[in-house]
């Protein structure tokens, strides 16, 4: 089996900031896309940010230009900086990684998600 296990969440003021840690464990060959989703309480589970193997990343609307996504290969670890929270922000937040469990299977897991909650 492959584990996702995010850390970093929890209490801030709108306008700090908190980064995200995600890490992958397990039997795997290769760990390929990496991405960052929220949930809000009530609403459906949303996209924030992406970052390919090769560095390439993309944002959410909401979130570009406040959050940072980068990754460690070496650790098989993907981060999600985020600066100026708002309370709109307040969500559980999710990691995804395309995973290689062996060099010609490839399977997506998801992590059990970390709370981040921005007072007003």
């Known amino acids: 089996q492959v584990q996702l296990v995010e850390s970093g969440g929890g209490l801030v003021q709108a306008g700090g900031s908190l980064g995200l840690s995600c890490t992958a464990s397990?039997?795997?060959?290769?760990?390929?896309?990496m991405a960052w989703y929220r949930q809000a309480p009530g609403k459906k589970r949303e996209f924030v940010a992406f970052?390919?193997?090769?560095?390439?990343?993309a944002y959410a609307d909401s979130v570009t230009g406040r959050f940072t996504v980068s990754r460690d290969n070496a650790k098989r670890a993907v981060y999600l900086q985020m600066n100026d929270l708002k309370p709109e922000d307040t969500a559980v937040y999710y990691c995804?990684?395309?995973?290689?469990?062996?060099?010609?299977?490839?399977?997506?897991?998801w992590g059990q998600g970390t709370q981040v909650t921005v007072s007003a």
């Open positions: 995804n990684a395309d995973v290689k469990i062996d060099r010609y299977t490839p399977r997506n897991y």
């Open positions: 970052i390919e193997s090769d560095g390439a990343t």
């Open positions: 397990g039997v795997i060959s290769s760990v390929d896309t």
